[in-house]
């Protein structure tokens, strides 16, 4: 992927990676719109990085995407890169009857938002002489988190949905690829990692992506995340399972 030049649209990009990723690539001299609920957060990160734009988007509803894509293809007809980057993390426990705000916010945000947004950007998109879909997932739909096992769900769905997207796009202009992050020092999960030593600091997982984002990979992993996406096989429960309990300080 090119990393100048590009008019880039990021969904949850008032916070954490999708933050970072935005003033990164707004750097590289990009145009880009971040997505989230809050006005004032958006206009805060705009005041803070002079050229970037915000929109107002609840990735939860139908509505909502359907009138920001219109809007934003219409103000920006360039606009060639979508990340699909919003999400919400929440511990559940599926030995008993889970949440139900939980179970559906989780699977609206996380799997039917990226689904959606695409869906809603896509025929923009093949218009465009060269562009790129970008869907986070996460380390954690290879090897998931029995604490979060429907955040862990959505993640794996993504990269189900990810490799399909890819496969019915083959032979048109657009690109998708699959950004699966490891556990990396953000505010997802109410902070849990965000002073955690043993969690990739931020900086440095976006400096790593960005280099892993202008070669021609279409799996967007970096190096301390490779372990656990090379999990999947034969022999993966006994990983999962001294993963978790690995992970059961959390």
Do not use: C
Not at 36 to 43: E, H, I, M, P, Q
Not at 91 to 120: C, H, K, Q, Y
Not at 189 to 199: F, H, I, W, Y
């Amino acid at each position: 992927m090119k990393l100048e030049g590009n008019t880039i649209f990021i969904t949850g990009g008032t916070s954490g990676i999708g933050r970072a990723l935005a003033e990164a690539l707004h750097r590289r001299g990009n145009q880009v719109i971040i997505a989230g609920r809050r006005k004032a957060n958006l206009d805060a990160i705009v005041r803070e990085n002079p050229g970037m734009d915000g929109v107002e988007l609840d990735i939860t509803d139908p509505k909502s995407i359907a009138a920001v894509a219109a809007h934003l293809t219409a103000k920006y007809p360039k606009l060639n890169v979508l990340v699909n980057n919003a999400g919400v993390m929440v511990r559940d426990d599926v030995s008993g009857a889970v949440d139900e705000a939980v179970l559906v916010s989780t699977i609206e945000t996380n799997l039917l938002g990226p689904v959606r947004t695409t869906s809603a950007f896509i025929e923009h998109l093949k218009k465009q002489r060269e562009a790129t879909i970008i869907n986070v997932s996460s380390v954690l739909g290879f090897v998931p988190l029995a604490q979060t096992a429907v955040y862990s769900s959505t993640k794996a769905a993504i990269h189900s949905y990810s490799q399909s997207l890819r496969y019915r796009l083959r032979n048109t202009s657009v690109r998708v690829l699959e950004l699966a992050p490891p556990w990396v020092q953000t505010e997802l999960m109410n902070g849990a990692g965000q002073n955690e030593p043993r969690a990739m600091p931020l900086a440095d997982f976006v400096k790593e992506t960005m280099a892993l984002l202008a070669t021609d990979a279409e799996e967007i992993v970096v190096e301390n995340a490779r372990a656990l996406r090379a999990n999947p096989g034969a022999g993966e429960g006994p990983f999962v399972t001294a993963f978790n309990d690995d992970m059961s300080f959390l």
